[in-house]
């Protein structure tokens, strides 16, 4: 089974486990984990347009709903780019533009973005703040495809790393412990800490 296999899975076989857990935001259970990707898959799907291999942009500092971003991204074949450090999220609106995003989502806690007249700029909350009456259609669930761009901090317009689920759980073993207070996207916590616990059904904690 590929990962959202695996969490659609967990929704219907251990529902009210925690998946995870974070001083900033509620606890999520496996089954909530899963209808809030399949919501949030909907919703940028039906109302926000988006299409296999439109950037989004995130900018923040590590929320728990970004994971689910980019979970619904990648069912959709949809790329992540997260901006995650105090001078990237200051480019936000060039660096949107620069990758032609379809949207930048920022945490709800942050001022407001500007992002010119190319893509609409929203809160992260958005993608849960109201009923969503579009239902998911032609999800790829391809977890082979690239679903995540690592920009360079020092030329983030000009060079950038590329990821998969796949390749970022090619062999993941048990969950590491992580430190606090580190970028939510950095691969190597993707690969040794957030991604096997979800695949393995363990609750994790975030800060």
Known sequence: MNLFETLRAHGREIPDRVATSSPRHRLTTFRKLW????????????????????????AGHAHPDALVLWLALARLGAVLVPLESAAMIGQAGNIAEQHDARLLLHDDDMPALQSGDFCACLPLSTLFASRCDHEARDCRESTA???????????PHARQAAFSIDSL???AGAPAAWPTAQALFDPQRLRQQILPALAQGIPLAME
């Open 145 to 155: 495809d690239i679903s995540l761009l690592q920009l360079d901090p020092e030329a």
């Open 169 to 171: 759980l090619d062999h």
């Open 35 to 58: 209808s809030r990707i399949e919501r949030s898959s909907a919703r940028m799907q039906g109302e926000w347009l988006v299409e296999p291999g439109d950037v989004v942009i995130y």
